[in-house]
């Protein structure tokens, strides 16, 4: 899974570009320039997508980009989503127990934080999953 918000960029009357986020109405944000647009709308979906988290909202999944520009949150909150998106359903005690790990460590891996890359593994694993890491 791609964790990859769309959103649209539109020119201001007096001057720069205002984003909005196709699938999270709070988050929105300007740029300039359509390159810093581009990079406070990365800044905003993070800033959004960790809100919910702690807050343990409602994330919807990315909805197809369809030509539209992508955002990515910052690489905390991708782990945090990728887990909560993998559950499908099962219960963090479900997860604990497939880890072999306690409700409060299976809890920490759907918050925003720094999971290792062994216990994002184990995570995955115990969803049926398989972790992938790539560098854009």
Do not use: C
């Not at 343990?56 to 949150?73: K, M, T």
């Not at 991708?78 to 963090?92: C, E, I, N």
Request: hydrophobic share 40%; proline share 10%; no cysteine.
């Amino acid at each position: 899974m791609n964790i990859a918000y769309p959103y649209t960029v539109e020119p201001q009357p007096e001057g720069g570009y205002l984003v909005q986020f196709v699938d999270l109405e709070e988050a929105f944000t300007e740029g300039d320039t359509p390159e810093q647009a581009a990079f406070h709308a990365a800044e905003v979906l993070t800033g959004v997508l960790a809100v919910r988290l702690e807050r343990g909202e409602d994330i919807p999944p990315p909805s197809p980009a369809e030509g539209r520009p992508l955002a990515v949150p910052d690489a905390p909150v991708q782990a945090a989503l990728l887990v909560r998106f993998a559950q499908q359903g099962k219960s963090l005690s479900e997860l604990a127990r497939a880890m072999g790990t306690s409700w409060p460590a299976a809890q920490r891996l759907t918050r925003p934080g720094n999971p290792t890359i062994r216990q994002l593994e184990r995570a995955a694993a115990a969803l049926g999953k398989r972790l992938v890491l790539s560098l854009e």
